[in-house]
């Protein structure tokens, strides 16, 4: 059973007798209560359960639409999920609602059950109502951006309003000087243990000295601290200034808060820190964020690589230098082979998706890239349009293959904006 919601069935005046509805309604129960539905009598019954509208009947576009707007006045944004059947009338409504509601600037989809014993649709329906919660997740988010993005990310910094209108996440600026205040109050003791933890846990330690791993313990603890203090769910830090000012890096911190579960990205990148906890959510993996280093485009192949991965996600992990800088500490982890989904997100108003599958062919040790690295090959994606038409530079990385669901919940959420 996947993630719960009431369904509320709407007929038109000409039918709105309970015979008639339940006739209709009353053999699709089984498969609504299986993709995890509760039947509603009411708007009013469905607290804080997402609705879906089930349209018994033609005819019922205006009442579907003052049900929305009476949602709309008490606050719930949800994309609109509206179920079909194939009898009376009820597609040709329910095409007419969503197109209307689409102008008018709302998200939602229609989910066509062809039967009650329509497996198929119930898994479209559940997946659906699962995309809806993740809609609600994200709307819900606090996204600390640690210090301003990285000079060079210039098409990945858009503003909080962006952010908050087209994605729903609230972003909070954390002063990166705050962090520094931070990083130099963690105690000894604190930073020694997360030292402890990344040695113990490597197969070599090849450039960092104990000092390195004592400031990289000292930014991990730092980090945590705000998160905490701040409430976030996410966060990304103008890393470098790290780099120059204190001469370490938040590679490890980054990777240990993946891995406790808080979505951290590097250089203040906010569109990949955004598609991070979208893929956290909506798939359950553990993402990682990447340079696009290589490409052959008629291969179809692209290496990716970067100096912090999450520990969760490799065989095994060296501790090495922070490849541009040669400083501090970084992580060259060995991923697994096997299916992985890339994703990323951009355009004026984080409209666009660049979503990709293949499979990790190869893992990597050049010493002229960053530290960890692996070899896409994809069969599922275009990697000219990278090429042609980019998003901007990070890509996100997600064991498995859930381009379908990226792209179904993208055209569900952000519809006629585009997902590649």
Known sequence: MGVRFGYLPVASVLADDPATVERIVGPY??????AGGT?????EEAGELPVAFFVVTGGTEGIVLGAVEQLRSRGVVDPVLLIAHPSNNSLPASLETL???????SAGRVVYLGGPADDAGRRTLAEAAEGVAVARVLAGARVGRVGEPSDWLVASMPDAQTVRSSWGPELVDVPI????????????AAALAEADRLRTGARACVEPTEHDLLEAGRVV???R????????????????????RSRTTGCAALAALIDEGVIAGCEGDVPSTIAMLWAQHLVGATPWMANPARVDEQGQEIVLA??????????????????????????QGAMPLGPVTLVRIGGAMLERAWIAEGEIVATGEAEDLCRTQVT??????????????????????????????????HDMVRPGAGAA
Request: aromatic share 6%; charged share 25%; with cysteine.
């Open 221 to 223: 603890a730092a980090l």
């Open 376 to 409: 896409v090959r994809v069969d599922d994606g275009d990697l000219g349009e990278l090429l042609r038409a980019p998003l901007g530079n990070h890509l996100v990385v997600v064991r498995g293959r859930h381009a379908t669901r990226f792209r179904a919940w």
């Open 39 to 43: 039947r509603l009598g009411s708007i």
């Open 177 to 188: 000087a705050r962090l520094f205040d931070a990083v130099a109050a963690t105690p000894d």
């Open 306 to 331: 970067h100096c912090t991965v999450p520990l969760s996600i490799v065989e095994s992990y060296r501790l090495r230098s922070h490849f541009e800088s040669g400083l501090g500490v970084g992580i």
């Open 225 to 244: 601290g705000i998160v905490r203090e701040d409430d976030l769910d996410a966060l990304t830090v103008r890393c470098f200034d790290l780099v120059l």
């Open 29 to 34: 129960g089984p498969l609504l209560e299986d």
């Open 99 to 105: 197109a209307r509601l689409q102008r008018d600037g």
